[in-house]
Structure formats: C-alpha cells, structure tokens
Nanobody
Framework: EVQLVESGGGLVQAGGSLRLSCAAS????????IGWFRQAPGKEREVVSC???????DYADAVKGRFTISRDNAWNTVYLQMNSLKPEDTAVYYC????????????????????WGKGTLVTVSS
C-alpha cells in the first residue's frame, strides 16, 4: 500500500522558518518524482516544488529563493525547508509522488501526481 505521511506543519510568524517532512512507503521511492503542493482556504491546489529521481528540482515562482526541496532515498523521505515565510504561504501542504515521472516542467505547469498524503497545515501569522 502506497503511503505518504506529512509532518512538521504548525504556526509560525512571518519571516520565520519551518521544515516539512514526508515519509513514503509502499512504492519505488528512488525512481519516482516527488512534489510538494499546497491549498490555501478558498483557493485551488497549486504546486510548490518538485524533484526528479536524479535530483533535479523546480519551484513555483512564488517560493523561489525561499523554499528548498530535498530527498533522502535511504530513508524514503522528502523534505521542504521553508524560509522567510509570508502570510500568503498559509495553506495545507501536501506531499505527492508520481511513479511514472514526467519532466518537472509538467508538474510546474499543473500536472497532478499519482499518490498523495493527507496534508499538514502551515499557518503564517503577520
């Protein structure tokens, strides 16, 4: 059974940092594209960042220079380091995986992924 379990969300002041983690199991993590998405209240889900199996990364323009995605294949875990957080970063953050990966530009352009976690809430106060 494919599982993605996010953790690390919480309440932080604007300008602060959080590190999200996502523990993956039940599929070939090493060969999969992974990503972080978010959904703010009243808004559609959007991509935040994605990473290919070879370590290539891409980011949404809104988070470039502030967020960093990484993966640890030994522990089947993906991380999202979020710095300089802004109130507009407030959202539920979801970890996702695509077992038959596409080029990262597809995900930045709106392609969804196969498997999803249940999300973790990040709230940034002003």
């Amino acid at each position: 059974e494919v599982q993605l379990v996010e953790s690390g969300g919480g309440l932080v002041q604007a300008g602060g940092s959080l590190r999200l983690s996502c523990a993956a199991s039940g599929f070939g993590f090493d060969d999969s594209a992974i990503g972080w998405f978010r959904q703010a209240p009243g808004k559609e889900r959007e991509v935040v960042s994605c990473m290919s199996s070879d370590g290539s990364v891409d980011y949404a323009d809104a988070v470039k220079g502030r967020f960093t995605i990484s993966r640890d294949n030994a522990w089947n875990t993906v991380y999202l380091q979020m710095n300089s957080l802004k109130p507009e970063d407030t959202a539920v953050y979801y970890c996702a995986a695509d077992l038959l990966p596409f080029p990262l530009s597809f995900y930045i352009g709106g392609k969804t992924m196969d498997y999803w976690g249940k999300g973790t809430l990040v709230t940034v106060s002003s």
